[in-house]
Each structure stands twice: as structure tokens, then as C-alpha cells.
């Protein structure tokens, strides 16, 4: 469903994501691990098209697009199949939090303005806030703010959500129910691709983890082989490391 | 009698000047609807980078800010009918436009501003959904921009009730002209000034206090 071929990224000299090829099928939980400033963000960002990347093909669900030659009209459709949760949340600050959900579905998909606050409605509840309804970002915890955050891209209608870092920026006394969120959306078998240093969630709810290090992928594999059998010495070390820290 | 000042006659103008005082808000309110709708179209067509119109549009805005609004004023009303007649107007049109050619100039930069003051992440939120950038602009950027340029918008509209004043060079019939007229009828000089002096302060003082209140509710609304 999703197909990835030959993206690379550079910033100025700077080569940030270097051949990346992999595809991700319908209903499949990937979850991207490693080290600070290796281009996860970067990767996420190019399937969104927040980044444009240097080259490179990204196919997800039935919209192609290719990095050297795509016109404005494609990168709406492309980003019309994916929705984002980002690790400092970026709500809308001027609208609450239904309003934030629904607002996809409003302006994008063009639902009457009723029936997308009953979906935004029930999405709210399923993540637990449905008695934020109207609460505005600010007046939100950041818990709560990132379950938000997941609402609104629930409601996107993409084929996949793409999570970057979404418990990072939280206290610890949230990251729980964020994960909860996640889980739960994972059981309901939602394509997803986290990038995440919870090495826990990655090892209880990942079909497949990618081991990522300066720009290039350098092994991916079920959890149980990321995580017990490491096959290449850099994933090794890296995961003994990530693993020790909890 | 020359140098002794004549309280009462203070008084006795101010109820005069004060019916001369609906030209002057209706030059003020127009050129101020006006100026705010070009100044967010020369915003967006620069925020956009629009190519072409937005060099055109910063050249706009650097001559109507690098050219005192008297001159402005000369130019559309004494000047351009010169170059075709397809340009007279009456002096009211000249000064609305004067007004608000000049303001939108600044008004333009402050929405400007107040566009690229918003965290770069609202928008990426948007387009992360599928919005397109106009869509985001309408809907996020926008509403937020626009609680950021409040007070300064403000504060150009106020400026703009006072630069009324200069409407009088064009022969307009507001409060200033009609001042000048009773001065030089009655030779009081400084007390018709004075008396057109308290009513603009007053009405300063009014639309500040409009200016907090509003504010106020935009400080409360999220
Ligand atoms: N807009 C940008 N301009 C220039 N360089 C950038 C930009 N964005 C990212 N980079 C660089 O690209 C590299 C990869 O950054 P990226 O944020 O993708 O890493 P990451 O794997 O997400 O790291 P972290 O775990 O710290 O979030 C870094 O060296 C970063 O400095
Ligand atoms: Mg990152």
C-alpha cells in the first residue's frame, strides 16, 4: 500500500536521508528507532511532503509521486492519504479541540459541518476526552493535547498516520495514555509508522522495526530479530544501549 | 482684546464643529474598510511570494510609506486629472483614496508581521491533513494573524481619523476646514483650533477605549 523507492533528502551539502526503499502494507504497524539526528523526522516529514525530497518515489494508497517532477495538485493528494501526529502536538490554537478534529473533514472532504462534529465527537470519546469537547489547546494537558493530536489525525481519513516522536515532549505521568491510545489504535490494525525511543512499545506492538542510522537504513526485521538477534553490529550496539536505558 | 482668549467661544464652536464631524468618520470609516482589505491583499501576495505582483507589491508599499500622505493627496486630486479625465473625482473620493492607498501601505506590513509571527508548525498541522495553503491561511493562520495585528490595525485607524485633517488642503467641508473657516471669519484663531483640537481628542480618547475592550475580548477568547 505503501511503496518507497530511491528517496533521498539533502539540505544544502547536507545528505539527510541517503536511498531509502521499503513498503509497508495495509494494516501494518512500523515502528523506525534510531539515533538522534540520523533523519526519522526527516523521513516522516518527506511522506507527509512537509520536507520535498531531492529524489526518490513515494506511493501511498493510489496517489504516485515523484520527487524530481510533481506538480502542487499531487503533493495535496499525496498528503490527503497520510496525516501526521507531531511531537509538540501543533493543535490549532484558535479552535477547540472538536473543532480541531472535525476540521479535516470540513474544509478538506467537505462534510456537512453537523455530521463532521458527530464523527469528531465519537473520535474524541474513544480517546478518552469526551469531556474536552470544547476545551481550547491551552487549557488542555499535554496528554491530553497529543490525544487531541491523534484524534485529528484519526479523523484525516488518510490511509496511514504518521507519528513522530508523539510522547517525547511529554511529562512522564502522560506518556501512558498516549500509548494507550496507540495500542488500541494498533488492535484495530491502523497502518501506522512511529518513530519512537519507547523501545518497549516498539517491542509489544511493531509488526516490523527499522533500525535507521545516518541517513540510511540499516536493518529492519520483526521486533523479536530487531531486539534479540541483531544481525548487523551497529544495530547491536545501538539497541543494547536503547535497551538498557529502560 | 488681541491677546485676551475667548472661553465661551470655545463653547459655543464646538457644538458647530461637531456636525462637520460626520464627513470626517465617514472618510475615516471607508478609508479604513478599504485600506484593511487591500493591506491583507498585498499581504498575502507577498506571504504567498505571488511572482511578479509581489515585487509590484512591495513597491507599492515602499512609495506609499516613503511619501508623506499630503503629497499623496496632491498627486491623485491636483495631479492625475492633468495626465487624463478619466481621473477627476470629487475631493471626498480623492482623500478616501489618498487615505487609503497611504494606510494600506502600513496596514499591509503589519498583517504581514503578524502572518509570519505564527508558529510555523499551525501550518504544517494543516497541510499534514490535506488542507491546501490558502485553505490554512482562511481557516488557522489567518483568525490567529489578525488577533496579533488587532491593536496595531487599531492604532492605524486611529491615526487615520486625524490624518482626516489634511482633507481640508482638497476642499472637503469636515471639521478641520470648517474650523479654519470660523477663524478666519472671526479672527479667533487659536480658539477655533483649539476647539477642533478637543474634538478629535475626544474621539481619540472613545475609540481607545474601543481599542482596549476589544482586546480584552480577543485576550480571552483562547
Ligand atoms: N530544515 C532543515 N535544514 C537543514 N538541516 C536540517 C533540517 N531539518 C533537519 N536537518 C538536519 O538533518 C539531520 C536529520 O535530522 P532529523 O530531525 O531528521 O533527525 P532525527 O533522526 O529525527 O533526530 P532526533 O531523534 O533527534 O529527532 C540533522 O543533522 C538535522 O540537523
Ligand atoms: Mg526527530
Redesign the pocket.
Known sequence: MIKISNLSKE??K?A?LKDINFTVEKGEIIVII??????????L?CLNYL?TPTTGKIQIGNVDIDAVNHKQKEVTALRQQSSFVFQNYSLFANKTAIQNVAESLITVWKTPTSEALKIAKEILVKVGLADKLDAYPSRLSGGQQQRVGIARAMAAKGEVILF??PTSALDPEWVDEVLAVMKQLAVERQTMIV?T?EMQFAKEVADRVIF?EDGYIVEQGTPQQIFEQPQNERTKSFVKRALKQH | MQNSFDFQYVFELLPTLFRYLGVTMEMALWGFVFALILALGLALVRVFKIPVIQHLAALFISFFRGTPLLVQLFLLYYGLPQISPLFLMDAFTAAVLGLTLHFAAYMAESIRAAILGIDKSQMEACLSIGMTRLQAMKRVILPQASRVATPSLMNYFIDMIKSTSLAFTLGVAEIMAKAQMEASSSFKFFESFLAVAVIYWIIVLFFTRIQHLLEYKLNEAY
Open positions: 539540505f544544502g547536507l539527510v534510531g539515533p538522534s539526528g540520523t533523519g526519522k523526522s526527516t523521513l516529514r520536507e513522530d516522536e518513530v525511543h535507521m
